[in-house]
């Protein structure tokens, strides 16, 4: 705070000294203006007494041109013609010099034109670009960066304050050169503007010896005179073919500055327009560095997690693997168990029927009890390759499941589906098995007496 207090007088003392300094250039300024404006003044009464001795000089030529149509009175229809196409020839040709700087111009007109094309040409790529690099990088920001900007500290201020003042003091300083030499421009120019109005006084003074000198030509010659007028008439022919032409050129000289105004005002626009767009990139580049800080970090955050469920995957794999293969080899024994005891069964199937085919043998009187052995013995046989299908139908079911884990992404749910469906499949299996072996033992208890009984008269008749 103490510093602080010491710094502030210092401040406003160099705010003060910078106000009058300010204050001294605007007021050289003031006077620069009001010379310049005096310089132009002086220059415009310059430029109208040179009208006015044209215009006199005009006069004295047409009172001479009087003077000589008074002097020849036999050729007065002649030398007014002749004085009419001079006038006519003069006018023309200050028209003629006229529209030559008009062409001039033109040609300066369609560069500048052609420049501002080209320019604003180069503007409408870089405005592309800056568009193109701007959706770039709106694409790549996706959110406001967040953080508060550190505040510049007061030293920064004064450093900046002061390059502020010494661009400042430098920018009048240069509009104070500008101002001198526009000065020194206009002092030359009416320094040229008097010189030009001497030679015209004595281009006066030599044109009045000059028109004495036709004047006693005239009075000497007038075939020469009837020449030249016609020779007058033929460029006068010339000369009005070649101000139509100008005429047609000037029409395209306004078009062109009514282009050339709206190439400026869309120059300024896209000017403006690339202005923003810097701006907008430079804010967006900050955002995007922003953004690339957080995505790192999310990057490595998303690496460690990912690096993390990889290994919890594995331990779930290696656990499911050890969970299959118990299952599979329950399955296996089951299997192996069921299938003894339809090998069992089968045997003692084939004991019954070898009984029954010897005791068909021997006594075809029990030929019905026979045929409803033989019929059940048939069911009880399709029953057996049933089974025998539905074991190992299920068994390829069971063997051809999914040897490989599941993906990384769906190991929880999917393991535990699986794990649910073999365990109720396993159920079933041991329900059907049970099922069947009930049926069996059924069957086995209703064939049981008639074998028996087949035994027994076996026996007695041997």
Do not use: C
Request: net charge negative; charged share 35%.
């Amino acid at each position: 705070m103490e510093r602080f207090s010491v710094r502030k007088p210092i401040v406003l003392y160099s705010v003060e000294r910078v106000t009058a300094a300010r204050e001294e250039e605007l007021h050289k300024t003031a006077v620069l203006h009001e010379e310049k404006l005096e310089l132009e003044t002086h220059m415009s009464e310059l430029e109208q007494q040179r009208a006015q001795q044209d215009e006199a000089g005009h006069a004295h030529r047409e009172e001479w041109e009087e003077r000589l149509r008074g002097a020849q009175l036999g050729e007065e229809s002649a030398r007014k013609e002749l004085h009419n196409l001079r006038t006519r020839l003069h006018q023309q040709t200050i028209r003629l010099e006229e529209l030559e700087r008009t062409t001039g111009e033109l040609d300066d007109l369609k560069r500048q034109n052609q420049e501002l094309g080209v320019r604003l040409g180069t503007l409408a790529h870089a405005e592309d670009e800056l568009q193109a690099s701007n959706r770039r990088l709106k694409d790549g920001q996706g959110g406001p960066p967040g953080g508060a900007e550190d505040r510049p500290s007061l030293e920064e201020r004064r450093v900046q304050w002061l390059e502020e003042k010494h661009a400042a003091r430098e920018e009048e300083l240069h509009k104070t050169a500008v101002l001198h030499e526009e000065k020194l421009e206009l002092e030359t120019h009416m320094s040229e503007l008097e010189q030009q109005r001497a030679q015209q006084d004595e281009a006066g003074h030599a044109h009045r010896e000059e028109w004495e000198e036709r004047l006693r030509g005239a009075q000497l010659g007038e075939e020469s005179a009837r020449k030249e007028l016609h020779n007058l008439r033929t460029r006068l022919h010339q000369q009005t073919i070649r101000l139509e032409e100008l005429e047609r050129t000037t029409g395209e000289l306004d078009d062109l500055k009514r282009q050339n105004q709206e190439l400026g005002v869309r120059l300024g626009t896209l000017a403006h327009a690339e202005d923003e767009l810097q701006a907008s990139n430079r804010r967006l580049k900050d955002g995007q560095e922003v953004l690339r800080e957080e995505l790192r970090t999310a990057r490595s955050q998303a690496e460690r997690s990912q690096h993390d469920a990889e290994r919890s995957l594995e331990e779930g794999r290696v656990q499911w693997l050890e969970e299959k293969h118990a299952l599979q080899e329950h399955q296996e024994q089951k299997y192996s168990q069921a299938k003894e005891r339809l090998h069992r069964a089968a045997t003692a199937q084939k004991k019954r029927k070898t009984q029954t085919e010897n005791k068909e043998n021997r006594r075809p009187a029990h030929s019905e009890e026979q045929a409803i052995l033989n019929r059940r013995l048939k069911e009880l046989q399709q029953r057996h390759s049933e089974f025998h299908q539905l074991l190992l139908g299920h068994q390829a079911t069971t063997g051809a499941g999914p040897a490989f884990p599941p993906s990384s992404h769906f190991a929880a749910p999917s393991s535990h589906i699986t794990e649910e469906q073999h365990r109720w499949e396993v159920s079933l299996l041991h329900r059907r098995l049970e099922d069947l072996e009930s049926v069996q033992q059924h069957q086995m208890e209703e064939l049981g007496p008639p074998a028996q009984r087949d035994q027994d008269i076996s026996g007695q008749s041997s």
